[in-house]
């Protein structure tokens, strides 16, 4: 067993993963959609509607917003 086999085979057991990721996440976006938690169509306008005044898409009550970046 030589390098260039196991790269082979490191190779398609990443793509077989990745794809396996990719699916997961294909489902869980469309499932998310059916139940209603999300609507993804909405943040797919973004980037068209990118305006100051435009209304968020999502307006949540402030003690329910996750604050990533320390505020000083």
Do not use: C, H, W
């Amino acid at each position: 067993m030589d390098i260039r086999e196991l790269q082979g085979y490191g190779t398609l057991f990443m793509t077989i993963l990745l794809v396996i990721v990719l699916y997961g996440y294909i489902m869980y976006l469309y499932r998310s959609e059916k139940k209603g938690d999300r609507d993804f169509e909405k943040y797919g306008r973004i980037a068209l509607d990118d305006n100051i005044d435009t209304p968020p898409v999502e307006d949540k009550v402030a003690s329910q917003r996750d604050y990533t970046k320390e505020q000083n």
